[in-house]
Every structure is written in C-alpha cells, then in structure tokens.
T-cell receptor, first 115, second 114 residues
Framework: GESVGLHLPTLSVQEGDNSIINCAYSNSASDYFIWYKQESGKGPQFIIDIRSNMDKRQGQRVTVLLNKTVKHLSLQIAATQPGDSAVYFC??????????????FGQGTTLQVKP | EPEVTQTPSHQVTQMGQEVILRCVPISNHLYFYWYRQILGQKVEFLVSFYNNEISEKSEIFDDQFSVERPDGSNFTLKIRSTKLEDSAMYFCARKDSLRNSPLHFGNGTRLTVT
C-alpha cells in the first residue's frame, strides 16, 4: 500500500555534530519528495525537495539523498544547531498527484539537539 | 513568515456545533489544501481545491466537512457537527504549481471539541 515512514521517532545529537534523519517509502511510482520541519505550535516548514531523477540535492547546511533502489530518503543536517530542534517529516507526491498535487506525509522524527 | 494566514489560531467548541476555519493566502494562488494533524501524529491530507472545485478528498473528509472560497480570497473549511475526534490542528496550504512543487503551510488552527 501507499505509505511513507521514518525509521526512528526520536534522534538526539550533540550541538555541532551532523544529523541524519531517514525515511522509507513504499510507492515506487512516487517521483517527488520533500522534507519539512515542524516547530512546536507552527505549521510544517519546507526545507528541501528532490525529484526522482536526482540522487542528491544540497541546500544550506542540508542535503537530501534519494535511493530509489531501496526506496529510501534521508536528510542530512551539517553542524546541527539548537535551532534545528524540531519534528522532521518526509513527504511524497502520492498516487494520482499529477492531478491534485496531494502530498503524503510520514510519521515524523523528533530531533533533539543537546548543547 | 507563513505564506497563508489562518484564523482563528485556537477554536474551542462543543460537540455537535458547527465551526468554520479560515485561510487567507498572501498572494493569489489557485491550488489550496486542508490537512489535519492529531496531537503527536503525522500530517494527514483532507482535501485539495482548485479552480473553485474539490479535486480530491480523503476518507476523512466525509459529509460533515465542506470547503469553499466564497469571495475569491478566503478559503474556508466547515465542519458541520463536530465530534470529539475532530480535535486536531488544521492546516491550510497552498501550492505554486501542481507538480513537483512543495506545499506551503499556514501555522494552523487548533480545534478543541469538548
């Protein structure tokens, strides 16, 4: 069935270390993926996206990796800062999204940054 | 800053009452969405709205829900007879284009049904 999920509910890292947040998806037909950051009391905030014709995309301090063979998506955050503490969601363009633009979200990973 | 403004930020209502949640996009866009998030859970799709019509809705979006854009600006979600399980954060989102573009969310309305 159609599902997007994350491997770990909580990730705790030391300030300054690199963080890696993982996501597994099941719909091999998905061709667009997004990472969102959600801080307490706020809506999901767009971080970075990637299309299925790419394996890697870099932003400012963030990198998204896509492995279509094993249907795995990861978000790497370099030099993690206290402000990075939040819940991180991956999302995919679901089945039929070419007509509606609907995104399907995973469960979320809570990133805790220790000072 | 969010690219859509949602009002109210918090709505408390009694079971069986009707509520209307509002969303105002900052700029003129065509593709709008409502999602909800029960406390501690993932963000769930409710409905997509394009050109003043529903383009897709989820199983959650049953007959008690409706959406409209009455004045070409505000985008509303109405829940006719609220239930306890409707308590959640409700997020409005807009999209720049239909394919391969992210959703941009508002900060949500927290609905509490008592």
């Amino acid at each position: 069935g159609e599902s997007v999920g994350l491997h770990l509910p909580t990730l705790s890292v030391q300030e300054g270390d690199n963080s890696i947040i993982n996501c597994a998806y099941s719909n091999s037909a998905s061709d667009y993926f997004i990472w969102y950051k959600q801080e307490s009391g706020k809506g999901p905030q767009f971080i970075i996206d990637i299309r299925s014709n790419m394996d890697k995309r870099q932003g400012q301090r963030v990198t998204v990796l896509l492995n279509k063979t094993v249907k795995h998506l990861s978000l790497q955050i370099a030099a993690t800062q206290p402000g990075d503490s939040a819940v991180y969601f991956c999302a995919e363009a679901g089945r039929g999204s070419s007509n509606t633009g609907k995104l399907i979200f995973g469960q979320g990973t809570t990133l805790q940054v220790k000072p | 800053e969010p690219e859509v403004t949602q009002t109210p930020s918090h709505q408390v209502t009694q079971m069986g009452q009707e509520v209307i949640l509002r969303c105002v996009p900052i700029s003129n866009h065509l593709y709008f969405y409502w999602y909800r998030q029960i406390l501690g859970q993932k963000v769930e799709f409710l409905v997509s709205f394009y050109n003043n019509e529903i383009s897709e809705k989820s199983e959650i979006f049953d007959d008690q829900f409706s959406v409209e854009r009455p004045d070409g600006s505000n985008f509303t979600l109405k829940i006719r007879s609220t239930k306890l399980e409707d308590s959640a954060m409700y997020f409005c989102a807009r999209k720049d284009s239909l394919r391969n573009s992210p959703l941009h969310f508002g900060n949500g309305t927290r609905l509490t049904v008592t």
